[in-house]
Structures are given as C-alpha cells and as structure tokens.
C-alpha cells in the first residue's frame, strides 16, 4: 500500500512542479506587466537615469526614453546582417530602445533572440505587428525600421534597407521633430528607395 501511494506521488510530482512553475512564470509576467504599466500616460525613468537628449533640427532636444526602434529583420538577410550591428552600437550608444522583430523565426548576432510576430487572430492574413508596420503599403522587406513614440504608439518609416548612420541619425531626429509636431505619418515624403533589401 505504501509503495502504491509512493508510486502515485512520485507519477504525480513532475505535474505538480510543472502546475507551480506555470503558476510562478504567470505571477513573474503579471508582475512585469503591473511594473511596465505607464502612470497617467508617461513612462517613469529610474530616478538614477540621467535623460538623453538628442538635439533636433529646429533646435530643440528629445529624450530619447519617449522614443524607440522597432527593426524587422530576417536570420537569413545579408542586409540586416549589414545594418544590424551598425544599429544596434548606435542606439546602444543613444540608449534607444529597439524593438527586434524576425520576419523568419530567427535572430542574428546583434538580435540573437527577436521578437516573433504574433497573430491573435485566426482569420487575418498577416500577424498583428505585420499589420501595424506595414499595413500602409510598405513592402514586407528587411530590413526596415521604424521610429515610435512610446507614449502614443505613433510610428514613422525610419529606413527599409541598408542606411548609414549618420543619415539614420538625421532621419531620426526629424521624424522626431515631425512627431513633436504632431504631424501624420503619411503625410511625410517616402523614404529614399533603396535596394538592399530582402522581401519576405
């Protein structure tokens, strides 16, 4: 009888640590969720980060905590093998949040774990952050990076292809000033064509 009900615990042990890591995993995420939660529409620095500023064409300076990149890229795309690290160093060196998204399920050196888009729902033909980026017509191509306000969630096309940095910099700050401005996004020029690409 004793080693009927050893047997049955011991059968029952994985489940059980398994339901308790799910469990803590769920309270993990909740928690992460409740911490990134903004406060009256703002995102909260620690109180020990000092802003970074960037100057902006007009004069007046952005920090750069209000905004971020999110860049597609594929494992398999010479181009974001290109771009990538160049990005990377340069919002490193900014602070500026990217955002990776793979188009393939891959990453590469500088994004070696990338988001995955996610399709919530069954019937769209694309995934949701597909939709968002490139529903206004842009090709689905990598890679291709675009500036958002955190706070609003408004994005603007910063590059598709192979960009230099400079220019990524002074393309940046003026779709920071536009934004400042509370221009359209597709009310601005397109961005200049450029064929180091992958299409998806």
Same mark, same amino acid.
């Given at each position: 009888? *004793?080693?009927?009900?050893?047997?049955? +615990? +011991?059968?029952?042990?994985?489940?059980? !640590?398994? @339901?308790?890591?799910?469990?803590?995993?769920?309270?993990?995420?909740?928690?992460? !969720?409740?911490? #990134?939660?903004? =406060?009256?529409?703002?995102? *909260?620095?620690?109180?020990?980060?000092?802003?970074? %500023?960037?100057?902006?064409?007009?004069?007046?300076?952005?920090?750069?905590?209000?905004? &971020?990149?999110?860049?597609?890229?594929?494992?398999?795309?010479?181009? #974001? &093998?290109?771009?990538?690290?160049? %990005?990377?160093?340069?919002?490193?060196?900014?602070?500026?949040?990217?955002?990776?998204?793979?188009? =393939?399920?891959?990453? =590469?050196?500088?994004?070696?774990?990338?988001?995955?888009?996610?399709?919530?729902?069954? &019937?769209?033909?694309? &995934?949701?952050?597909?939709?968002?980026?490139?529903?206004?017509?842009?090709?689905?191509?990598?890679?291709?990076?675009?500036?958002?306000?955190?706070?609003? %969630? *408004?994005?603007?096309? %910063?590059?598709?292809?192979?960009?230099?940095?400079?220019?990524?910099?002074?393309?940046?700050? #003026?779709?920071?000033?536009?934004?400042?401005?509370?221009?359209?996004?597709? #009310?601005?020029?397109?961005?200049? @064509?450029? @064929?180091?690409?992958?299409?998806?």
């Amino acid at each position: 009888m *004793k080693s009927s009900a050893l047997s049955v +615990l +011991l059968l029952l042990f994985p489940l059980l !640590a398994s @339901a308790g890591a799910r469990e803590e995993i769920a309270a993990i995420d909740a928690a992460k !969720a409740t911490q #990134s939660q903004p =406060d009256a529409g703002t995102v *909260k620095q620690p109180a020990t980060a000092t802003p970074v %500023l960037m100057q902006l064409p007009d004069g007046r300076r952005a920090d750069m905590a209000d905004y &971020a990149v999110v860049v597609f890229m594929q494992s398999h795309c010479q181009y #974001s &093998a290109k771009f990538d690290p160049d %990005l990377k160093r340069w919002a490193d060196e900014h602070r500026i949040r990217v955002y990776p998204y793979t188009l =393939d399920g891959g990453g =590469d050196a500088s994004f070696p774990v990338p988001l995955i888009p996610r399709k919530t729902d069954p &019937a769209s033909p694309l &995934a949701d952050e597909i939709m968002t980026f490139f529903g206004n017509g842009l090709p689905i191509a990598t890679p291709t990076a675009f500036m958002v306000n955190v706070h609003t %969630l *408004k994005a603007y096309p %910063l590059t598709q292809g192979v960009m230099d940095i400079t220019t990524l910099e002074d393309r940046y700050a #003026s779709l920071i000033q536009a934004d400042m401005d509370q221009v359209d996004p597709r #009310s601005l020029p397109p961005m200049p @064509a450029n @064929a180091q690409v992958t299409p998806q």
